[in-house]
Every structure is written in C-alpha cells, then in structure tokens.
C-alpha cells in the first residue's frame, strides 16, 4: 500500500529554534492517527506541515505520493480537511451557507447537488435540519464544531487535519463528538490525523497513535501496542495516566 502521507527527514526550525531534527514517517490510507506529547513538542507545526501552512526547513513531504515542493498548495489544501478548536466559521454565513461553501463551488450549475451535500453532512455530523438557517452565533460551541466538520467533510477531502477539534467542548458533548467522527472515519474511510493532549481520547479513537516528544515521534503503534508495549519512560508515564 502506498503511503498517504511520508515525511523524509523533515527538519523545521523557528529562527535559530530547531522544533524538528529528523523526523520520518509513513502514514496508510485509511488510517486514524492520533497525535499526543507534551505541550510545545511540535504537534501542530507537525500537522500544518502536512496541508503546507508551514513549510519545512529541510526534508522532504509527500501527500498521495508528490512532494509538496513540486505542488500547488492552495489545491493541495482543497483536498485536505482542516479542523481546529473553537469556531472557525464564516461568521456572517448561516450554517447552510458554511457548509454550502465548497460545494457550490463545484456544483455551480446544480443546485440541487448543494442542497442534498448540505444534507447529507449534517445528517453525518448529527446536526437537527431546524439549524440550517442559524448563523454561527446562534449555535453552542459543541454545534458549532459539528458545522466545522460538516463543513471541511463537505469539500471531499482525502485527509482530515484536526487540531484539539474538541478542546473547547464540555465533557458530554465531547463524547458525542467522538463517537461522531469515530463512525464518519468508518463509514468515509478517510485518512484523519487528530491532535489532542489527552491519551485516553487517543487511545479510543486512533487506529494508531503517534506520541511524539521534542520533536520525535517516540513511538507511533497501534493502540493495544503502545500500552502492552510502550518504548521508553515517557510513553510509560503517558500510558499509566490512562484509567483503563
Ligand atoms: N511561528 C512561530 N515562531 C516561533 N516559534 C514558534 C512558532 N510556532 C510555534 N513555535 C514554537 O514551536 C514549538 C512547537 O509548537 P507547536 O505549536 O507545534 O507545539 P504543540 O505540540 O502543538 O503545542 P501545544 O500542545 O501547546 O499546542 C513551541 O515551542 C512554539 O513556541
């Protein structure tokens, strides 16, 4: 299987700031892989890497097989789902018209096509159809989050970037919205890469998690792995925080 996603000796420094030495890694289609470490060990520069928000110091990137070098990164970013925590949506939009956002672009002869995708992925997120018409204030942030999903769902990207997507949601709502994109991740098939600081949510959803520290990745396993088989003193002392 070739990989989706591969980074090859990807250095990326701030200034004189060195976040990244050498990192390399291979990601498969399909996969769900969680992201957790300490705070400021590189996760989101290491995400944004990916849609090319942040271009590498030295390396390597490649997304379906071509090197972010040799690609326009404003189409590689329409084929790539960005999520991030808090509301990002068009404030003057209704949800409607959010989640219409990219669709109609493509669609711009059949309206109709916008109307059942609109549909269609608030069905998917779990959103009531009587929201359609709110604007972004109108919504509870876990809602709000549903239409970000809906939203970024809706262009049919082949990746999902999603950055502490629950990190603002009480702890009922979080739950539901994991148990949301845990089904959308097994009825679409996509590959979703997801940042968070908790291990117990990236134990439960990822189909392997990739802890990093200090710019490495420690250890990138399946789930089951990395607690029978953690690979040094950090992973262990991640691992022993998880009740389970
Ligand atoms: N634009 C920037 N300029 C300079 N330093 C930066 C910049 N962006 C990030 N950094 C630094 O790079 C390091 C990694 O940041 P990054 O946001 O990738 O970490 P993170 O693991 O996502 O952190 P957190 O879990 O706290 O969100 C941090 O020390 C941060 O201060």
């Not at 890694?25 to 944004?48: A, H, M, N, R």
């Not at 990002?88 to 669609?107: C, D, G, K, Q, S």
């Not at 990093?212 to 040094?232: A, K, S, Y």
């Amino acid at each position: 299987m070739n990989p989706v996603i591969e980074m090859k000796h990807v250095k990326k420094a701030y200034d004189q700031n060195t976040i990244i030495e050498d990192l390399n890694v291979s990601i498969d289609p399909g996969e769900f892989v969680t992201i957790v470490g300490s705070s400021g060990c590189g996760k989101t520069t290491f995400l944004k890497m990916i849609n090319g928000l942040i271009l590498p110091t030295a390396g390597d990137i490649f997304v379906n097989g071509k090197n972010l070098k040799d690609v326009d990164l404003i189409q590689l970013r329409r084929n790539i789902g960005y999520v991030i925590q808090g509301s990002v949506l068009f404030p003057h939009m209704t949800v409607r018209e959010n989640i219409a956002y990219v669709p109609t672009l493509w669609n711009k002869k059949n309206k109709q096509a916008t109307k059942d995708a609109v549909q269609k992925w608030m069905d998917i997120v779990g959103l009531d159809p009587s929201m359609m018409d709110r604007y972004p204030h109108e919504l509870s942030g876990g809602q709000q989050q549903r239409v970000g999903i809906a939203r970024a769902l809706a262009a049919s990207p082949d990746i999902l970037l999603m950055d502490e997507p629950f990190g603002a949601v009480d702890a009922i709502t979080r739950s539901q919205l994991q148990n949301e994109i845990k089904r959308i991740h097994q009825q679409t098939g996509i590959t979703i890469l997801f940042v968070t600081h908790d291990i117990e949510e990236a134990l439960v959803l990822g189909t392997k998690v990739m802890v990093m520290d200090h710019g490495e990745i420690v250890q990138f396993d399946r789930p089951q792995e990395l607690m029978d088989h953690p690979t040094n003193d950090f992973v262990v002392s991640l691992v022993n925080h998880h009740p389970y």
